[in-house]
Nanobody, 122 residues
């Protein structure tokens, strides 16, 4: 498995931007599709975005499409989530995840990070 550590979460005001990072270590990073999930207070964890092993393909939840961008740097074994036009509804604990492929990312990731907190104030 791959070990994941998220960073970059903080308090921001609505409309601002933020970039989250997830550093991976362990087995070969480029062997995994990567994703971001989030869990708001009192709610279930939900899928946010995913990126294929090469970075050629990405997929987003409808709620963030057009505002968030997922990317990866295989040389740095890091995946990013650029979040623009943040809304109070984006407030959540954001988790990084790794999966063997994009098809199972939303259901059975093999590794999770510990999460990084994002708070968006109106």
């Amino acid at each position: 498995q791959v070990q994941l550590v998220e960073s970059g979460g903080r308090w921001v005001q609505a409309g601002e931007s933020l970039r989250l990072s997830c550093a991976a270590s362990g087995r070969t990073f480029s062997s995994y599709s990567m994703g971001w999930f989030r869990q708001a207070p009192g709610k279930e964890r939900e899928f946010v975005a995913a990126i294929s092993r090469s970075g050629a393909n990405t997929y987003y939840a409808d709620s963030v499409q057009g505002r968030f961008t997922i990317s990866r740097d295989n040389a740095k074994t890091t995946v990013y989530l650029q979040m623009n036009s943040l809304e109070p509804e984006d407030t959540a604990l954001y988790y990084c995840a790794a999966a063997v492929n994009m098809y199972v990312m939303r259901t059975t990731p093999s590794s999770w990070g510990q999460g990084t907190k994002v708070t968006v104030s109106s």
